[in-house]
């Protein structure tokens, strides 16, 4: 793997089988735009009386040589995220689909430009 990463365990011991899964999702985001930069991983155990049930919190900055893509699951609203595997899976997915986006409409400009190089500004000469 390329891409420099960060993970971070909160409240809970770090895991070597969670943190494989983590790699293959990163690895898995190098193939869909070869110049990550960077990314920080942190998955955050509930913690207080409500323990037993409550969602653990994954957040994912993601760092692009013109940008960078910030991801949060919303564990709250979303009771499977009691499994920390579907947590980072779903955050995962999230910010897939968040780079998907970033990736097409970072080529739409580039269309647009190369398109405008070609035709000339509007006032100038074709």
């Given at each position: 793997?390329?891409?420099p990463?960060?993970?971070?365990?909160?409240?809970?011991?770090?895991?070597?089988?969670?943190?494989?899964r983590?790699?293959?999702?990163?690895?898995?985001?190098e193939r869909?735009?070869?110049?990550?930069?960077g990314?920080?991983?942190?998955v955050?155990?509930?913690?207080?009386h409500?323990v037993n049930?409550?969602?653990?919190?994954v957040?994912?900055?993601?760092q692009?040589?013109?940008?960078?893509?910030?991801?949060?699951?919303q564990g709250?609203?979303?009771?499977?995220?009691?499994?920390?595997?579907?947590?980072?899976r779903?955050?995962?997915?999230?910010?897939?689909?968040?780079?998907?986006?970033?990736?097409?409409?970072?080529?739409?400009?580039?269309?647009?430009?190369?398109?405008?190089r070609?035709?000339g500004?509007?006032?100038?000469?074709?």
């Amino acid at each position: 793997m390329q891409t420099p990463l960060r993970m971070t365990f909160r409240h809970m011991p770090a895991s070597a089988a969670l943190e494989a899964r983590i790699r293959e999702y990163i690895a898995g985001l190098e193939r869909l735009h070869d110049h990550i930069t960077g990314c920080e991983v942190m998955v955050d155990a509930p913690t207080g009386h409500h323990v037993n049930g409550a969602p653990f919190d994954v957040r994912i900055n993601l760092q692009l040589p013109d940008d960078s893509l910030h991801v949060q699951n919303q564990g709250r609203a979303n009771a499977a995220h009691a499994d920390v595997y579907l947590a980072v899976r779903d955050t995962f997915h999230s910010l897939e689909r968040m780079l998907r986006r970033h990736t097409a409409s970072r080529q739409r400009g580039r269309d647009h430009e190369s398109i405008r190089r070609s035709v000339g500004e509007p006032g100038e000469p074709g």
